[in-house]
T-cell receptor, first 114, second 114 residues
Framework: DAKTTQPPSMDCAEGRAANLPCNHSTISGNEYVYWYRQIHSQGPQYIIHGLKNNETNEMASLIITEDRKSSTLILPHATLRDTAVYYC???????????????FGGGTRVLVKP | EAQVTQNPRYLITVTGKKLTVTCSQN?????MSWYRQDPGLGLRQIYY???????DKGDVPEGYKVSRKEKRNFPLILESPSPNQTSLYFC?????????????FGPGTRLTVL
């Protein structure tokens, strides 16, 4: 799987949108972008994923640039409970190429402040 | 409620005393996996199972055993625990191999081996 680069930490204000960047300049054509988060010492939680198009669900929006070299996870109205480490993960859509696990990098530690 | 449960959530034990950490999911998922999380090392896969009676080693299987006799359960067995197995353990599941990008994680088991 291609490598991702995320800022180690960022702060955001409660009630404001949180924009979390992820660079993946070596992404391959069939690699999906997945986002997970881990609230302190809890199990990681799946948020959203996409291939080319922007995606939105009840938790967040995912914006993928046209060249797919970077993406942004948007938490539209951050709350204190969104304080967590957010992971951007690439994964092949082909089962055999994808392997049998998720590979978590360092992630971005997001602190939502009142 | 769809969930992955782990027991116990916390365990302090001594070197050499066999223990089992249970994992159960109620979503009829085919794939299940165990990860351990250590500071600075991220999440590392221990074992995984693609279906009943099908298990395979992950990245750090030494000192661990697993079994998958039923679809819903995937216990992690430490036959002779050692202090280097002190860690935070997570069980995860997903519907099938093509859905491994979307994994459901359990709440974690914090194990201390003295």
């Amino acid at each position: 799987d291609a490598k991702t680069t995320q800022p180690p930490s960022m702060d955001c204000a409660e009630g404001r949108a949180a924009n979390l960047p992820c660079n993946h300049s070596t992404i391959s054509g069939n690699e999906y972008v997945y986002w997970y988060r881990q609230i302190h010492s809890q199990g990681p939680q799946y948020i959203i994923h996409g291939l080319k198009n922007n995606e939105t669900n009840e938790m967040a929006s995912l914006i993928i640039t046209e060249d797919r070299k970077s993406s942004t996870l948007i938490l539209p109205h951050a709350t204190l409970r969104d304080t967590a480490v957010y992971y951007c993960i690439l994964r092949w859509g082909w089962v055999k190429a994808a392997g049998n696990k998720l590979t978590f990098g360092g992630g971005t530690r997001v602190l939502v402040k009142p | 409620e769809a969930q992955v449960t782990q027991n116990p959530r916390y365990l302090i034990t001594v070197t050499g005393k066999k223990l089992t950490v249970t994992c159960s999911q109620n979503m009829n998922h085919e794939y299940m996996s165990w990860y351990r999380q250590d500071p600075g090392l991220g999440l590392r896969q221990i074992y995984y199972s693609m279906n009943v009676e099908v298990t395979d080693k992950g990245d750090v299987p030494e000192g661990y055993k697993v079994s998958r006799k039923e679809k819903r359960n995937f216990p992690l067995i430490l036959e002779s625990p050692s202090p280097n197995q002190t860690s935070l353990y997570f069980c995860a599941s997903s519907l099938r191999d093509r859905d491994l990008g979307e994994q459901f994680f359990g709440p974690g088991t914090r194990l201390t081996v003295l």
